[in-house]
């Protein structure tokens, strides 16, 4: 009886620190046994990534895409092969940013900067927690408190270095990657679409710009400003906890 106590005082507290319920946390419990072999930590690099990839992915390229030029993106995606068929999820453009997202101590809250070589349970609620819909008993300011928290999640998947700052090259790469799974699009179209939208986000952050003044690069506070109006509430959530898929991850 002790040890059920204990279980549930465990659970009770985790709940507390997600906001998942008990109903989400056993599901998503199910879903780390799997990732990590039953063992009580994942490791870095994870062996067997794909189920990983899959409870994230879609989320994750539809609101990494150019804001700015979604329209642009839109018509250069709508050709056969585009990202969001990728037939192998071994094969999926982004597979290495959200492997990496798991283990970004900035998303685990346990740092700045670096990677942890190892996540325990806890820390894999921590990163879903991201993903989390938005409850209808949330008042105004938890609510824009977990957009905030979504959006500093993308934030970091851009700024690969962890300056807090998104460059021009950081976000080259992020389109390239994006984009990499249609072979309608050659690196160059990547290029220049990465080009034209931080050229619009330097125009919405910093407003009618001197010709000899340089745009250093996406600030969060910047970032904020062009998702404003954007719903990233719907666009990022756990949709996978319908359990219908688990059977893609044995």
């Known amino acids: 009886m002790g040890a059920a106590h204990s279980a549930s005082?465990?659970?009770?507290?985790?709940?507390?620190?997600?906001?998942?319920?008990?109903?989400?946390?056993?599901?998503?419990h199910r879903?780390?046994?799997?990732?990590?072999?039953?063992?009580?930590?994942?490791?870095?690099?994870?062996?067997?990534?794909?189920?990983?990839i899959y409870?994230?992915?879609?989320?994750?390229?539809?609101?990494?895409?150019?804001?700015r030029n979604a329209c642009r993106v839109a018509e250069l995606l709508s050709l056969k092969e585009n990202f969001n068929n990728v037939p192998d999820l071994e094969l999926n453009p982004i597979r290495s940013k959200i492997v990496r997202a798991f283990f970004d101590n900035r998303n685990l809250r346990k740092g700045s900067s670096g990677l942890a070589d190892e996540i325990n349970f806890e820390d894999f609620l921590t990163i879903m927690s991201y993903f989390r819909p938005i409850d209808t008993t949330m008042d105004e300011e938890q609510v824009e408190l977990s957009r905030k928290e979504k959006l500093r999640f993308l934030f970091h998947m851009y700024d690969s270095d962890s300056d807090g700052r998104i460059t021009l090259e950081e976000y080259r790469n992020v389109v390239e990657e994006l984009?990499?799974?249609?072979?309608?699009i050659e690196k160059e179209s990547a290029?220049?679409?990465?080009?034209?939208?931080?050229?619009?986000?330097?125009?919405?952050?910093?407003?009618?710009?001197e010709p000899d003044q340089v745009y250093e690069g996406i600030t969060f506070e910047d970032f904020l400003k062009i998702w404003q109006g954007i719903d990233i509430e719907t666009k990022m959530h756990v949709r996978f906890l319908n359990m219908e898929t688990m059977a893609l991850c044995h």
């Open 9 to 28: 005082e465990e659970v009770r507290e985790l709940e507390g620190k997600t906001g998942f319920s008990s109903d989400q946390i056993e599901q998503l």
């Open 31 to 52: 879903r780390f046994k799997q990732l990590s072999g039953d063992q009580p930590t994942i490791r870095f690099p994870i062996r067997d990534p794909v189920c990983l």
């Open 55 to 67: 409870l994230c992915s879609r989320h994750l390229e539809q609101c990494l895409a150019p804001r």
């Open 179 to 184: 984009l990499s799974g249609n072979p309608h």
């Open 191 to 209: 290029r220049s679409i990465a080009d034209g939208a931080m050229m619009e986000a330097a125009s919405v952050c910093m407003g009618q710009m």
